[in-house]
C-alpha cells in the first residue's frame, strides 16, 4: 500500500505560479510511476503530467505544456507539480497518484488539493 498527500495548493492571481507536492509513504521501496491530474467542477478528471521512476520520462498534456514542469526526488518520496503562468481555466482539485511502473491503471490517489486561478 502507499499513501499519498498533496499540499501546496491555494489561490493565486492569472500569470502566477504554484508548486504543489505530493509525499507518499507506505511501500515505496516499490517503483512507481507517478501522475497529477485535475479535475474542475462539472468536467471529467483529465490527467496533466507523468513522470516514470527514475524521472527520465515525463509527459504532459497539450493544456499544460511548457507551463507545467513535473519532477520527482525518491529520496525524499515526493513528487512536484511546479505550475507557471497559471490560467482561470487550471482551477481544479488537482489529485497525484501512483501506479507500478508494470501496470496503465493508478492504483493510488492523494485526497486532493485545490488550486484557484483569478482572472
Known amino acids: 500500500q502507499v499513501q499519498l498527500v498533496e499540499s501546496g495548493g491555494g489561490l493565486v492571481q492569472a500569470g502566477g505560479s504554484l508548486r504543489l507536492s505530493c509525499a507518499a509513504s507506505?511501500?515505496?521501496?516499490?517503483?512507481?510511476?507517478m501522475g497529477w491530474f485535475r479535475q474542475a467542477p462539472g468536467k471529467e478528471r483529465e490527467q496533466v503530467a507523468a513522470?516514470?521512476?527514475?524521472?527520465?520520462?515525463?509527459l504532459y498534456a497539450d493544456s499544460v505544456k511548457g507551463r507545467f514542469t513535473i519532477s520527482r526526488d525518491n529520496d525524499k518520496n515526493t513528487v512536484y507539480l511546479q505550475m507557471n503562468s497559471l490560467k482561470p481555466e487550471d482551477t481544479a482539485v488537482y489529485y497525484c497518484?501512483?501506479?507500478?511502473?508494470?501496470?496503465?491503471?493508478?492504483?493510488?490517489w492523494g485526497q486532493g488539493t485545490q488550486v484557484t486561478v483569478s482572472s
Open positions: 497518484a501512483a501506479r507500478r511502473m508494470s501496470t496503465p491503471n493508478y492504483d493510488y
Open positions: 507506505g511501500r515505496t521501496s516499490v517503483g512507481y510511476a
Open positions: 513522470i516514470s521512476w527514475s524521472g527520465g520520462t515525463t
